[in-house]
């Protein structure tokens, strides 16, 4: 059994150790975190913004507040740290205050930002998506994730691109994946959910086992030549996932569970600049030689990620419950896990 807070700092961690390491895994962490975000986007929509006075306006409010303060948070660090980065042109400084249009920077300040970007774009046209899942039956709109997550597969194939800059309806099917386990209450059998965890990790024995699936997750400066159908691996690996992650949400979190979820974004972008750090001055010693300045780095990022959460993230989280409720006539309130933050 996985808890959700646990299981989003799991993934966000895997984001942090392909940047540390040459381990490529983090693209499908990143789908999965799309998956679960449509979820419980949907749930969120349907208990309570759409009881809210003027929703659409609630909910586009209260996403923003979620993501953007402690963005902005961490942007300033990295800023200060590295004033390099500090963007110079008006759609620059735009995307890096509202986030909107940042993937599609030249340079990101902060690259796992980019997710956030997305993120935003699709809670913007949600209420479409919404309407759109009460309007189709179930049966059709199965088979049509089935054939849309064949297709995004196939593209990147032939594509040979990331995950990062692929265009969004191919991103986009995960969270309509998320969404409709939502809308139609999924809660994946636990045969399923042992097929889905056992498929994982086959997959990654696989990788790590056989020479030429091993150049598909391992990068860095000695990738293979097979490590261009890395992004290709971490979408199937994501897809195959996807009812282990689905249990995740139906398992009740507790209040250290729900710190982990919220630690999951903080950790997210404020491991890049120590990533940055570790880079410029151990980036020329051999991965084991690098391993100690890259765990003291990450424990410096897990201790101010707390701090964070502490004296900037969660104060400001309550403030927007209590907005968000203060507008709410009726329906249950969002509770705990059940913020997805990125």
Same mark, same amino acid.
């Given at each position: ?19 540390? *390491? ?53 942007? $300033? ?16 400084? $735009? ?142 690996? $994501? ?34 600049? $120590? ?29 101010? *990620? ?37």
């Amino acid at each position: 059994m996985l808890f959700p807070g646990f299981f989003r700092l799991c993934l966000a961690l895997l984001v942090v150790v392909q940047h540390f *390491s040459r381990v490529s895994l983090g693209d499908a962490a990143v789908c999965l975190f799309f998956v679960l975000s449509g979820y419980w986007i949907f749930v969120m929509w349907e208990r309570q913004y759409n009881y809210a006075r003027h929703r659409y306006f609630t909910f586009i409010v209260s996403r923003f507040w979620r993501i953007v303060p402690t963005f902005l948070l961490c942007s $300033a660090i990295t800023f200060a740290l590295y004033p390099h980065l500090v963007p110079t042109e008006y759609a620059a400084i $735009a995307s890096s205050l509202f986030v909107i249009g940042y993937r599609n920077l030249d340079h990101l300040p902060i690259v796992p930002a980019w997710s956030l970007d997305v993120e935003l774009q699709f809670y913007m046209v949600f209420p479409i998506l919404y309407l759109l899942f009460h309007k189709v039956d179930r049966r059709a709109a199965v088979a049509a994730l089935a054939c849309w997550s064949v297709a995004s597969v196939a593209i990147l194939y032939v594509r040979s691109g990331s995950v990062m800059t692929e265009p969004l309806p191919q991103i986009l099917v995960l969270f309509m994946i998320g969404a409709a386990a939502a809308r139609w209450r999924w809660v994946p059998p636990r045969a399923l959910v042992v097929a889905s965890a056992g498929l994982v990790v086959g997959m990654l024995g696989l990788g790590v086992s056989v020479p030429a699936l091993r150049a598909m997750i391992l990068g860095g400066s000695n990738s293979g030549a097979n490590f261009i159908y890395n992004p290709v691996f971490n979408l199937v690996l $994501a897809l195959a996932a996807v009812p282990l992650a689905i249990s995740t949400v139906h398992v009740k979190s507790k209040k250290l569970d729900r710190a982990f979820g919220d630690l999951s974004y903080i950790v997210y972008l404020m491991h890049w600049p $120590a990533f940055i750090f570790v880079h410029n001055h151990y980036g020329s010693l051999s991965p084991l030689q690098r391993l100690p300045y890259a765990g003291l780095a990450m424990g410096v990022v897990f201790v101010s *990620s707390v701090v964070i959460w502490l004296v900037w993230d969660r104060p400001i989280n309550r403030a927007r419950h209590a907005w968000v409720r203060s507008r709410v006539r009726l329906g249950p309130v969002e509770q705990g896990v059940g913020q997805p933050a990125a």
